[in-house]
């Protein structure tokens, strides 16, 4: 059988170690993502970049090749993906090169029991490694959990969740398999010269946590939950069928029939079970763990890059390159250049994308896409909130709020200075928007003087005009375009509407759970940093905004910022602002020419000076990312 061929190439699937998890070369480095079964697509990109020959074999030399997991599930060619880097392991560390293998949440998944996206064709592949009495007794396991089905019932249901090659794939992947046992000694996170792999992203949890930490406490958790698995399996208590999401409900059921007998000793195996259950909510399994975590391929940037930079430097590295979130038209850049996407949705069939390699040769650095012979750099993703809210640019926007032609009015009902909903249309175009007209303190950008016990109470619709330019000037994009315009004879600003939008105080009010991939505290942080930059004294539950689709934050309303003071407003006063260096030398370039520039038709040139104040004390109070 092919397990026991794979075994015998390693010698002894018994004699595997711990792969290196960080490593210092001068040779050249392929890095790949997300293969998912697809080992045709697989093995070509390995040939057209010179790591196998047409046989199959280690032809890379003293190349280091990185994966960055999920080299299973889904597609027909898992099995055979595995073995093939098994054997490729060998064959590069003879020939002086090597082969680096992070473990992506689909290898977790499998390992614990999760087995959910297997293919029937992925069970096949293991179809002969599995014996009639032990599918018999697999049958029988299932068949005592039915007891309501007919037999007939039993044994369709039973052919079509546990195909052939269902015990044969478990015993692979198992802790003692050879699969499993090799997957064990693989790293979570891997750092190769100044670049730093792993499968999903860089949460807060790990931000400060060394590599070898992360990968001894989370391999540890896995594999011991595997061992619970196997030992309550051997011990009668686990049946071979029930999978990750059962195996608590099935073994409670189990206790409890037998703790309702009189008198009972209670068998050594309700230890183990205690123990799993308690793995179950482990952190390798989590949101959080750099196997699931999407906040480097999803999040806004600048609430993404101080914890990036923090691990980043932590670990000797300046780039992190992940897999997990496919983007099927190519390798995409990120947080700066902090940051590689590159899952490309290698399977075809599923994800309709292309396969794709990284490669590092002295100092260049470029992508290779399957079948193209030049080479190519990662794109850069359009974060125009424009673009993702309303599909336009920023100035088709203005354009339709500054030229559109109303076609209806109507109060909001919500606010002391009654703002307006009014829906605009140019051309085909129709754009909603806020209408605000209320100002305590007309001309007040030109008066020749500034009194802060007069003016700093002012409650001006102008503002929301600076505040709109800062947002774009930081590139934070998430303020919406606002225009000025007069409306039903009031003169005014127009903020376009955010759609499908709930805000802070709704959202508590209706329990609506907070959902999406990206930490409510990490958007706070920005948060804190523009009210604290324009001095904005009315962020409350009503103007924090949150996109229902992805639960990200959006800002809106700032009539009652921009006051002349240089301290934080008082809400902000004591907490911990946070600024990386990306976002950093972002607020270094609001100079004091550029401000007056930009915001000097809307703001006095003292509130323009605070502006600069703040600024400095921002970049002197903030927690860095230094280590």
Not at 162 to 185: F, H, M, N, T, V
Not at 241 to 267: G, M, Q
Not at 278 to 297: D, K, M, N, V
Not at 530 to 542: A, K, P, S
Request: glycine letters at 8%.
């Amino acid at each position: 059988m092919r397990l026991i061929t794979v075994c015998l190439l390693l010698l002894s699937c018994a004699l595997t170690h711990a792969a290196p998890a960080e490593v210092d070369t001068d040779s050249r480095v392929v890095a790949v993502a997300d293969v998912h079964g697809a080992y045709e697509e697989f093995t070509g990109l390995l040939q057209e970049v010179g790591v196998i020959d047409a046989a199959g074999n280690w032809s890379g030399g003293n190349t280091h090749l990185v994966s960055l997991g999920d080299l299973i599930d889904r597609g027909p060619g898992s099995r055979q993906v595995v073995e093939l880097l098994i054997k490729l392991e060998q064959q590069a560390a003879a020939a002086g090169g090597a082969v680096h293998v992070v473990l992506g949440n689909h290898e977790v998944m499998v390992m614990s029991g999760d087995l959910r996206y297997i293919s029937r064709p992925e069970y096949t592949a293991f179809a002969a490694d599995e014996t009639p009495e032990e599918r018999m007794a697999l049958l029988d396991g299932f068949r005592e959990d039915q007891p309501e089905l007919s037999e007939e019932e039993v044994r369709l249901r039973f052919e079509k969740l546990y195909p052939p090659g269902y015990i044969g794939l478990q015993k692979a992947y198992a802790p003692d398999g050879p699969l499993g046992s090799w997957l064990l000694e693989r790293p979570l996170v891997l750092r190769v010269n100044d670049k730093l792999y792993m499968h999903g992203g860089i949460s807060s949890d790990i931000a400060e946590t060394s590599i070898s930490d992360i990968n001894s406490k989370n391999m540890r958790d896995l594999a011991e939950y595997m061992r619970l698995v196997e030992s309550l399996r051997d011990a009668g208590a686990l049946a071979r069928h029930v999978d990750f999401w059962n195996r608590r409900l099935h073994l409670n059921a189990k206790a409890e029939a037998i703790l309702a007998t009189e008198p009972v000793e209670r068998p050594a195996w309700f230890n183990d079970f205690a123990a799993l259950a308690e793995l179950e909510s482990a952190f390798i399994f989590g949101p959080q763990s750099p196997i699931w975590y999407r906040g480097s391929a999803y999040c806004h940037p600048y609430a993404e890059s101080f914890n990036t930079e923090r691990l980043l430097k932590r670990t000797g590295t300046r780039q992190l390159v992940v897999g997990h979130t496919p983007n099927p038209s190519g390798a995409i850049q990120r947080i700066g250049d902090q940051v590689i996407l590159l899952d490309t949705g290698m399977l075809k069939s599923v994800y309709k994308g292309v396969a794709t390699a990284l490669i590092m040769e002295g100092n260049d650095q470029y992508l290779h896409y399957a079948g193209v012979a030049e080479p190519a750099q990662p794109m850069v993703r359009d974060r125009s909130i424009s673009k993702e809210l309303w599909g336009m640019s920023d100035q088709e926007l203005e354009d339709i709020l500054g030229n559109g032609r109303v076609v209806n009015i109507e109060d909001i009902g919500t606010g002391i200075t009654k703002p307006k909903r009014v829906t605009l249309q140019l051309g085909e175009n129709t754009q909603d928007a806020v209408f605000k007209y209320d100002d305590t303190h007309p001309g007040l950008e030109s008066r020749g003087g500034y009194i802060a016990r007069r003016h700093n109470d002012a409650d001006r619709f102008i503002y929301d005009m600076p505040a709109y330019h800062i947002d774009r000037m930081l590139d934070l994009q998430m303020v919406p375009v606002s225009v000025l315009r007069t409306v039903d004879g009031d003169e005014g600003v127009l903020g376009a509407w955010i759609p499908n939008a709930i805000n802070e105080r709704d959202r508590l009010e209706q329990e609506v759970p907070f959902g999406g991939f990206c930490a409510q505290d990490e958007q706070y942080r920005l948060r804190f940093m523009f009210d604290v930059l324009i001095y904005n004294e009315d962020r409350n539950l009503t103007n924090i905004i949150w996109t229902k689709k992805d639960f990200m934050l959006r800002f809106i309303d700032h009539t009652l910022a921009f006051r002349s003071t240089e301290r934080r407003p008082k809400q902000y006063r004591k907490v911990k602002l946070r600024i990386s260096d990306l976002l950093y030398e972002k607020i270094k370039g609001l100079d004091d020419a550029r401000l007056k520039s930009e915001l000097s038709p809307w703001l006095h040139r003292r509130q323009i000076e605070a502006i600069i104040g703040r600024r400095d004390l921002l970049l002197k109070e903030a927690v860095r990312t230094d280590p």
